[in-house]
């Protein structure tokens, strides 16, 4: 499997630049368009996965269509890790080999959604902002837990939501039932998604389980093909 090994020119090494680039973009983030209507055209999970030893990330995109949850396409790519782990500053580490995967799909990727935050971020500025506003596409945030926002549990069935609030009580995302009596996941904008069109794009993609099939397609793959890397990588560096 081919590594990728360059990462962007004038990339953020440290933390102040990077915070300093969260700065600059956050105000990009559009948030008072509808987004594509749940159910319609594409969706595409994206997802990481990490071997620290051998400071890889690998990243995959699985395009679905939105109506049937069909698989249409699948890519992926494997990087270096772009940046320090710094909590809040994880896009950093990802965004490079995110975009090389999108970059190898045939299709338009249509609706992007995270396993990750959009708004509801510390700083307002997740990974689903922040990818949204690198690439222009509709993104949608798809958590599997609250970060550091409170919220009151949701009712018991599908669909039922409750704010997810910061600190001064401004609503950041949303806790969604997605599946009777399980856990919430947690909804947020990313970009030129209402939080209303998230809300509706998740319960459309979990239709069985408790995550979109979005997200556990693209988690799927990019697990297997970390494996995939980790095997080629060792022959890869010993014929170099």
């Known amino acids: ?47 990481v ?14 395009v679905l269509d939105a109506a049937t949850l069909d698989v249409v396409e699948e890519a992926t790519a494997v990087g270096r890790v772009a940046f320090p782990y710094v909590p809040g500053l994880l896009a950093f580490r990802e965004i490079p080999t995110v975009l090389a995967a999108l970059e190898r799909l045939g299709s338009g990727p249509g609706t992007v959604v995270c396993d990750g935050y959009g708004l ?11 990818l949204g506003v690198l690439t222009g596409l509709p993104v949608v945030g798809v958590a599997k837990n609250p970060f550091t926002f409170s919220y009151e549990q949701p009712g018991p069935r599908r669909g039922d939501s409750s704010p997810l609030l910061a600190d001064d009580g401004t609503e950041v995302g949303r806790a969604l039932r997605t599946q009777d009596a399980t856990k919430p996941v947690f909804v947020s904008v990313g970009h030129r998604v209402s939080l209303d069109g998230a809300v509706a794009h998740t319960l459309g993609l979990a239709r069985r389980y408790r995550l979109p099939e ?10 297997r093909a970390l494996k995939e890397a980790q095997q080629a990588l060792p022959s890869a560096e010993s014929a170099s």
Do not use: K, N
Not at 21 to 34: A, M
């Open 1 to 47: 499997m081919e590594i990728i090994t360059g990462i962007p020119r004038g990339w953020p090494a440290d933390e102040a630049t990077a915070l300093a680039v969260q700065d600059e973009l956050r105000d990009r983030v559009v948030r008072d368009e509808p987004g594509p209507p749940p159910g319609s055209g594409l969706v595409t999970g994206v997802d």
């Open 49 to 62: 996965a990490y071997d620290d030893e051998r400071d890889l990330v690998v990243a995959a995109a699985v």
């Open 120 to 130: 509801a971020h510390p700083r307002r500025f997740g990974l689903a902002s922040h």
């Open 214 to 223: 979005t997200t556990r397609h693209a988690d799927s793959l990019c697990r």
